[in-house]
């Protein structure tokens, strides 16, 4: 039921989302290529969410050692990745606009690169054939690790400056409050989307993990 509502509530909010784009927020300065950016940044804030519940949910499997808690850090970081994706290619199709090249060794897009290939990876080891409490535990372990580099996303454009919109922004560039008010509704809209997609697919590891469990019991 959770699931559902959620996803009635993200078909509705990318509706008003859409709209708000496209006829509500104005158009910037470097004309309508820029709409991309307010399906840009919601993508890349629900990674780095993503990324967080990973690391939560592998400090709470160490601790607790709950199957429940592997599940949320797989499903949360598929969702991770998948958003990751998201966001680098369409700052790929904005940069090409923009600067006129579609990938610059930036240091805001390159810890952004490094840490879709360190969680791609995670996602590799859990597909790995190993036992399912080891493998748990050596990805509760990589979980933790990787986090390591989220913060140096987030934090690229303050610490060694950037090119990125996100550097400019630090530098007071200002935005209309349209434009804001945008931002906000795509961050709403992507969020409906993120949590019923991992709900959904934590519900699906859990009976992934129930049907597993049964055929071992029917061969011993």
């Known amino acids: 039921m959770k699931v559902k509502m959620l996803a009635a509530l993200a078909v509705l909010a990318l509706a008003a989302h859409q709209a708000m784009i496209w006829l509500y927020a104005p158009i910037a300065q470097s004309g309508v290529v820029q709409k ?3 399906m ?12 967080f519940v990973v690391f939560v949910s592998s400090i709470l499997y160490l601790f607790g050692r709950k199957d429940v808690f592997d599940r949320i850090s797989g499903a ?7 958003f990751a994706t998201m966001s680098l290619v369409t700052g790929s199709i904005w940069a090409r606009a923009e600067w006129g090249h579609w990938w610059l060794w930036d240091p805001k897009l390159t810890t952004a690169l490094i840490m879709w290939y360190v969680y791609a990876g995670y996602l590799v080891l859990r597909s790995t054939p190993m036992g399912r409490d080891r493998k748990a535990l050596v990805c509760a372990v990589l979980g933790i690790v990787a986090f390591l580099d989220v913060p140096l996303v987030f934090f690229a454009a ?3 400056g950037s090119a990125h919109p996100d550097g400019l922004a630090r530098k007071g560039s200002g935005m ?10 795509g961050l709403a809209a992507f969020g409906f989307v993120w949590g019923a997609m991992l709900l959904a697919r934590i519900r699906q590891l859990g009976r ?6 049964r055929l071992i019991w029917d061969e011993e």
């Open 36 to 38: 991309i950016f307010y």
């Open 40 to 51: 840009h940044l919601p993508c890349s804030w629900w990674a780095l969410v993503s990324f």
């Open 76 to 82: 949360a970081a598929e969702l991770g990745v998948l």
């Open 158 to 160: 303050k610490l060694w």
């Open 176 to 185: 209309e409050v349209r434009m804001w008010h945008t931002v906000f509704a």
């Open 208 to 213: 992934k993990a129930e049907m597993e469990a």
